[in-house]
């Protein structure tokens, strides 16, 4: 039986996926997923290994990539393909927030599980890529490696001494949970083939002739359809259980697709909260205004909304330089690197701004939570970045053949923002009201700013210098040399754009913190709708979300199954 990797690499990138019309009317499976993007497919793929179960996947993109280039599971694309886990710190917190169970230990064998790492060739070890091999993968289905066009010329050495110059270590690997340094990244790429290794080749195209797995694209989920031949009461402790899922199918027909089992929702986290709304599952005061009769009180749906603000700086450069891909290079930097020795004099106000920021979250949350219960969960968040020193920067530098750019972001931002229903997302006229509310935290402007002025040293520092002669965005003139923080703000304000990791707003935590999901990732108030994807990670996380999504779609799919969970690993480097 040839492996999932090999037929991989022997699937064009036209292949065709094994497709379901809706018939009959009302199909029954056991398990219904809604949203084909990264954590959809791995837990189809692992779902349909049992030959008993059958499985649907709904999905609104087409068939040639899982999901199409819409926005319609916008937080499953995975962006640049890069392939980097969380902080181990990080994964570790989330256990004292209501997820037992859930540390970096109990995940590492997961991350491990979903990959197939290409070592680096001679070629690339030569130009300064290199791994630790204990810390990878060998079987999984995703191939991970270093593209044939990465490190080009002696850009490795140009960019990490710089770094070096700075302060950082370069990293033998980025993917062991010590995340601060210089690294040059390894991505979701099959080499051989010199193609992207998404979810729908590493684990749909293999088994997409199963007789027990469907797929239905150009499809849109509205809502659950609930059980009512078991009615619960309204309320805290009510349990309400799901008996499929009312589609807009290809041809504009509403049927339902029946689960006699699980509905899972993979849709992402600006789709799945608001599938939960227009199922009655939500924030009644938000519920009751779009005329939807509340089936279950969870005023943290939609909300809790992370996202991270992106920045880019560009120079000229003198290199000779012909691949456009994006250049593998970043660094991690934490907040003793950005503030030096006024670190403690941040870290104080930061600390003094907690109740502050805390009531500021309360506020415009729709009375889903109160200022305590935030304050809780910044405290968390600044003793990660303050106590256990976990980097809150990444910066990015690449090389191309017409600039240079440096592109940098605050990684675990403050500001929480929400994503909700509106009359216009009801009668399909719009989008849902998407608020991530950038800036609206002041600790999030100074760190933005103090990245920004590290990048620009990065940029004046030799031998990056010595390419790259001549600031064009912000320019010196725009931000000065020696601007003052307003100046910085001013530009970052007017020019950053999305990081596309909105997470959180289907947050695997505590019922009464917030959480939506618990550390079964089933919906509090019942008992048989979860929700796998990035909307259940309760904090933004370093690294990219693709690794973290794949371990926890693994990690999700045993829980389902009721298999044992594999045995945590004690992670020693």
Same mark, same amino acid.
């Given at each position: 039986m040839p492996s999932a990797f090999s037929l991989l690499v022997a699937l064009p990138l036209s292949a065709s996926l094994a497709l379901a019309s809706v018939e009959p009317e009302n199909p029954q499976y056991d398990y219904v997923i809604v949203g084909g993007g990264t954590c959809g497919l791995v837990l189809a793929n692992r779902l349909s290994e049992d030959s008993n179960v059958t499985v649907a996947v709904i999905e609104a993109g087409g068939q040639e990539l899982f999901p199409a280039a819409s926005l319609r599971t916008i937080t499953q694309h995975e962006v640049g393909a890069t392939y980097i886990r969380a902080e181990a710190a990080q994964i570790d917190a989330w256990e004292g927030i209501g997820n037992a169970g859930w540390n970096w230990s109990s995940l590492w064998p997961y991350y491990k599980k979903s990959e197939h790492i290409q070592p680096p060739t001679p070629s690339q070890a030569a130009h300064g890529i290199t791994y630790e091999p204990s810390v990878h993968g060998v079987d999984g289905p995703l191939a991970v490696g270093w593209s044939i066009h990465d490190a080009p010329a002696n850009t490795t050495a140009i960019i990490g001494q710089t770094w070096n110059k700075l302060g950082y270590p370069t990293l033998q690997d980025d993917n062991t949970g010590n995340l601060r340094g210089f690294y040059v990244w390894p991505r979701t790429l099959n080499r051989t083939a010199d193609i992207r290794a998404d979810a729908a080749r590493a684990y749909y195209w293999p088994v997409s002739d199963r007789e027990n797995l469907h797929a239905y694209t150009f499809t849109t989920a509205d809502q659950l359809v609930w059980d009512e031949a078991k009615p619960q009461p309204y309320g805290y402790g009510s349990s309400s259980s799901a008996s499929g899922v009312r589609i807009t199918a290809?041809?504009?027909?509403?049927?339902?697709?029946?689960?006699?089992?699980?509905?899972? %929702?993979?849709?992402? =986290?600006?789709? +799945?909260?608001? @599938?939960?709304? $227009?199922?009655?599952? /939500?924030?009644? #005061?938000?519920?009751?205004?779009?005329?939807?009769?509340?089936?279950?009180?969870?005023?943290?749906?939609?909300?809790?909304?992370?996202?991270?603000?992106?920045?880019?700086?560009?120079?000229?450069?003198?290199?000779?330089?012909?691949?456009?891909?994006?250049?593998?290079?970043?660094?991690?930097?934490?907040?003793?690197?950005?503030?030096?020795?006024?670190?403690?004099?941040?870290?104080?106000?930061?600390?003094?701004?907690?109740?502050?920021?805390?009531?500021?979250?309360?506020?415009?949350?729709?009375?889903?939570?109160?200022?305590?219960?935030?304050?809780?969960?910044?405290?968390?968040?600044?003793?990660?970045?303050?106590?256990?020193?976990?980097?809150?920067?990444?910066?990015?530098?690449?090389?191309?053949?017409?600039?240079?750019?440096?592109?940098?972001?605050? %990684?675990?931002?403050? =500001?929480?923002? +929400?994503?909700? @229903?509106?009359? $216009?997302?009801?009668? /399909?006229?719009? #989008?849902?009201?998407?608020?991530?509310?950038?800036?609206?935290?002041?600790?999030?402007?100074?760190?933005?700013?103090?990245?920004?002025?590290?990048?620009?040293?990065?940029?004046?520092?030799?031998?990056?210098?010595?390419?790259?002669?001549?600031?064009?965005?912000?320019?010196?003139?725009?931000?000065?040399?020696?601007?003052?923080?307003?100046?910085?703000?001013?530009?970052?304000?007017?020019?950053?754009?999305?990081?596309?990791?909105?997470?959180?707003?289907?947050?695997?935590?505590?019922?009464?913190?917030?959480?939506?999901?618990?550390?079964?990732?089933?919906?509090?108030?019942?008992?048989?709708?979860?929700?796998?994807?990035?909307?259940?990670?309760?904090?933004?996380?370093?690294?990219?979300?693709?690794?973290?999504?794949?371990?926890?779609?693994?990690?999700?799919?045993?829980?389902?199954?009721?298999?044992?969970?594999?045995?945590?690993?004690?992670?020693?480097?």
């Open positions: 290809s041809d504009g027909t509403k049927p339902t697709i029946r689960a006699s089992r699980e509905v899972i %929702l993979s849709a992402g =986290s600006l789709r +799945s909260p608001v @599938i939960l709304e $227009q199922s009655g599952v /939500g924030n009644p #005061q938000i519920l009751n205004r779009h005329g939807i009769q509340p089936k279950v009180a969870l005023p943290g749906v939609g909300e809790n909304l992370q996202d991270q603000a992106n920045q880019v700086l560009a120079y000229t450069i003198s290199l000779n330089l012909s691949s456009t891909e994006w250049p593998p290079f970043g660094t991690f930097a934490t907040a003793n690197d950005l503030f030096g020795s006024n670190t403690s004099a941040v870290e104080s106000y930061v600390r003094s701004q907690i109740p502050t920021y805390a009531s500021r979250i309360a506020a415009q949350a729709n009375n889903s939570t109160t200022q305590a219960i935030q304050e809780k969960l910044l405290t968390l968040q600044t003793d990660l970045i303050f106590t256990q020193h976990v980097p809150v920067a990444e910066i990015l530098t690449a090389p191309f053949p017409s600039a240079l750019s440096i592109a940098f972001w605050d %990684l675990l931002p403050f =500001s929480r923002g +929400s994503v909700h @229903i509106t009359p $216009q997302f009801i009668n /399909g006229s719009a #989008q849902p009201a998407i608020n991530p509310n950038y800036f609206m935290i002041d600790k999030d402007a100074i760190f933005q700013t103090a990245i920004a002025r590290q990048s620009r040293q990065a940029a004046r520092t030799s031998p990056l210098a010595d390419i790259a002669p001549s600031e064009t965005a912000p320019n010196t003139t725009t931000v000065p040399i020696d601007a003052s923080d307003a100046q910085w703000l001013a530009w970052l304000k007017a020019t950053y754009g999305t990081n596309s990791h909105p997470l959180g707003t289907c947050a695997m935590m505590a019922r009464e913190l917030g959480g939506v999901v618990d550390p079964e990732l089933m919906v509090y108030g019942t008992r048989n709708v979860r929700v796998v994807d990035a909307s259940v990670l309760p904090y933004q996380i370093d690294g990219h979300l693709t690794s973290t999504l794949y371990a926890v779609a693994e990690r999700a799919s045993d829980i389902i199954r009721g298999r044992p969970l594999l045995a945590p690993e004690s992670v020693q480097l």
